[in-house]
């Protein structure tokens, strides 16, 4: 299927299917990742007002979702990548990381940060964002440095 296919809805975070996938984010999260480190936000974290949450379709199937926090008037971080097991390697996070790299670029954001994992089972999710310009660097916002965590950020080009 081509990716023009796939759709990006802003989210309620209502929904059953929605529901299911964050859940399955986090059991993998902690099963991969030591307690202290797991930074994934649970469905109620991320109904803060701070946070714009898309998930992504084809049809009626869900495949993934990804999220925009504020951290301040200049600076977003991404949250909540995930692409659903049978949808991996489709393109699907790619697509989603676009999404939210345009939004903050919208929003006249200077920088978008990021935290993800350090073990190999992270690897594919940092090569990809290193093939969208982010680089590594310490810890950003509220983070405290952490051998299972790696930073990221991407100086953004704003777009009025």
């Known amino acids: 299927m ?3 296919q796939f759709q990006i809805r ?3 975070l209502t929904g059953q299917k929605i529901a299911d996938l964050l859940r399955e984010h986090l059991e993998d999260m902690h099963e ?4 202290e480190s797991v930074h994934a936000l649970d469905l109620e974290a991320l109904r ?3 946070i714009t949450f898309w998930s992504i379709w084809e049809e009626d199937e869900l495949l993934g979702c990804g999220a925009l926090k504020q951290l301040d ?7 909540s990548m995930r692409t659903a097991k049978p949808h991996r390697r489709r393109g699907v ?3 989603m990381l676009e999404h939210i790299i345009k939004t903050a670029e919208g929003r006249a954001y200077d920088y978008l940060y990021l935290e993800t994992g350090a073990m ?3 690897a594919p ?5 290193k093939r969208y310009g982010f680089e590594y660097r310490g810890p950003f916002a509220e983070y405290a440095d952490d051998p299972n965590s790696v930073f990221m950020a991407k100086k953004l080009t704003k777009k009025r």
Request: glycine share 4%.
């Open 2 to 4: 081509e990716m023009s």
């Open 10 to 12: 802003e989210d309620d």
């Open 32 to 35: 991969i990742t030591p307690p």
């Open 48 to 50: 803060l007002p701070d």
């Open 73 to 79: 008037l200049s600076r977003g971080e991404v949250k």
């Open 93 to 95: 996070a790619s697509k």
């Open 120 to 122: 190999p089972e992270f």
């Open 125 to 129: 999710a940092r090569a990809l964002y």
